[in-house]
Structure formats: structure tokens, C-alpha cells
């Protein structure tokens, strides 16, 4: 029987009466790298955090590595949006790195040399080794972006959750982290990262899924009209596909009408 990291099943949320998410149904098989695309306040989020068992269905079930999410979470990598949040908190990079450590099964609960060792290594791959010693607040937001891929990293996790992680980071370090997200998935590893970078995505997801309000699961990496069209309107798209500009969607008739 095919197995599945992820495994959603009809599954409805609301938050405080509100619906946000109708009749959801995914299925991610081990060594997929799944892109979950969307408009703003189309679900993206909060899908991540039914993933994580940090928030509960009010209908279907969720199942990651066949588990409840929360019995899965310790084998699960999450980098969250960076929104600034935390960096006030006196801490080092290296120590926010450690941190990724204690989701291991069986993982320590203090932490030893192995442990920053392997953070330290951690934060040298993500290029940002010279900032180990630097307290967050000290950190531009793409360097802190990178460390908490590190801390999501360094667990040795079977699964990386990642909301727009590329957001603040540049062009140099998306590529490295699409390397090594790729490299993730090889070995055996299964991504679900939610974005706008549609283009990157067209070129390193194995499949997408579009989120607006409900799921549309789309098995190969392509991005049609029909799903633009589905997910952002009539707005003017540029995609930037192998290399050529063109253009996907028709402007609006007239100027200024943006819906
Ligand atoms: N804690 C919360 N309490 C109440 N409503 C919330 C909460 N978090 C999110 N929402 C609402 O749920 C909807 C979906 O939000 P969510 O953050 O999942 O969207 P998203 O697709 O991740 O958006 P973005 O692309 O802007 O990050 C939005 O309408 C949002 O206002």
C-alpha cells in the first residue's frame, strides 16, 4: 500500500466561526517537493499550522508520517514567516540554531558540543557560519531567515514545513536554499513550502497546490493560466519562465481597475 507524509482528508477550518479553509484533501508521498501558492488570506498559513497539529480541524483528519501532527512535529522541520518577531529576545544566532536539537525523538534536553557543533555546521551551510555569535537583533532579515532554516535543519527532520521562507532573502541565497531543498528531497526528504515566488517554484517544486479557501492539488510543477486565473483574478502576471519573460495573463481594459 503507497504511503503518504502527508495525508489531509476532508478537512474544514474556522477560525472563530470564520471559515478558512473548506473540504481540503492532499496527499504528499516521501520525496516530494510540494509548493502550496495562493493569494494573501488564502489558507497558506494556517494549512502549515494544521500540518504542524498547532491548530485542529473542526472536520477530517490530518495525518503527517501517519501520525497526529503533534505526535509527528519532533520529526518535523518548521521555518515560519519571518515577521521580526523574537529578534528583540537577547539571543544568539548560534543559540536560536541549537535550538532546531530538541525536536529530535529522544533529543536532549540539555543541550552538548555535539549539538552546537551541528548547529554551527548548520549555519555554514546556509552561508551565515560569521554570524554565529551575533544576537538576532543584530541580524538583517535575510540573515535571520537563514538561521531559522539552519534550526529547522539541524533536527534532522524527515519533513521541512516552510512558509515564504524566500521572502527577505536574495536572489544568491534563494538559489542555495532551492539547492538544498532539492538535495533534501532526494535523500529521501519531503518538502511543503508555501510562496509567491511562482517562478523559482515552476522550477524546483515536483507539484503545487493551489490554496484559496479550498486545495487544488496539481501533481506535476506547472503553473497554467487557468490556475493564475483561479487563484489571483484578472491582475497582470509576469512569470519569468526558462529564462523568458513573457507575459501570462491580459492586462485589465482599463487603467487603475485592480480587483
Ligand atoms: N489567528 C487568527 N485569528 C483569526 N483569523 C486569522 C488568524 N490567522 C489567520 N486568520 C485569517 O485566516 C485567513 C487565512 O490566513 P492565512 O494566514 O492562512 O493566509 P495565507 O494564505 O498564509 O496568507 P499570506 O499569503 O498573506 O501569508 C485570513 O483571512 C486571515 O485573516
Do not use: W
Not at 497526529?68 to 523574537?86: R, S
Not at 555569535?133 to 529547522?152: D, F, K, N, P, W
Not at 491582475?235 to 529564462?243: F, Q, R, T, W
Request: charged content about 20%; some cysteine; overall charge neutral.
Amino acid at each position: 500500500m503507497k504511503t503518504y507524509d502527508v495525508d489531509v482528508q476532508g478537512v474544514d477550518f474556522e477560525y472563530d466561526g470564520e471559515p478558512v479553509l473548506r473540504g481540503v484533501t492532499l496527499r504528499v508521498p516521501p520525496g516530494e517537493f510540494l509548493a502550496l501558492l495562493g493569494p494573501n488570506g488564502g489558507g497558506k498559513s494556517t494549512l502549515l499550522r494544521l500540518l504542524l497539529g498547532l491548530l485542529r480541524p473542526s472536520r477530517g483528519t490530518v495525518r503527517v508520517l501517519g501520525l497526529p501532527p503533534a505526535q509527528a512535529a519532533p520529526q518535523v522541520g518548521y521555518v515560519p514567516q519571518e515577521t521580526g518577531v523574537g529578534r528583540i529576545f537577547p539571543i544568539s544566532a548560534l543559540e536560536v540554531a541549537t535550538t532546531g536539537r530538541l525536536r529530535r525523538p529522544g533529543g536532549p534536553r540539555r543541550f552538548g558540543p555535539e549539538d552546537r557543533a551541528a548547529a554551527r555546521e548548520a549555519l555554514e551551510r546556509l552561508g551565515v557560519g560569521d554570524c554565529a555569535s551575533a544576537r538576532m537583533h543584530e541580524l538583517s532579515g535575510g540573515q535571520r531567515q537563514r538561521v531559522l532554516i539552519a534550526r529547522a535543519l539541524v533536527g534532522n527532520p524527515r519533513i521541512l514545513m516552510l512558509d515564504e521562507p524566500t521572502a527577505s532573502v536574495d536572489q544568491k541565497t534563494q538559489g542555495l536554499l532551492y539547492d538544498l531543498l532539492r538535495q533534501f528531497c532526494r535523500e529521501g526528504g519531503t518538502v511543503v513550502m508555501a510562496s509567491h515566488d511562482l517562478v523559482a517554484l515552476t522550477s524546483h517544486a515536483t507539484s503545487v497546490a493551489c490554496v484559496q479557501g479550498t486545495l487544488y492539488h496539481h501533481p506535476r510543477n506547472e503553473v497554467t493560466q487557468g490556475m493564475l486565473e483561479t487563484l489571483y483574478g484578472s491582475c497582470p502576471v509576469e512569470l519569468i519562465a526558462h529564462g523568458v519573460p513573457h507575459r501570462v495573463l491580459h492586462r485589465h481594459d482599463a487603467e487603475g481597475d485592480h480587483r
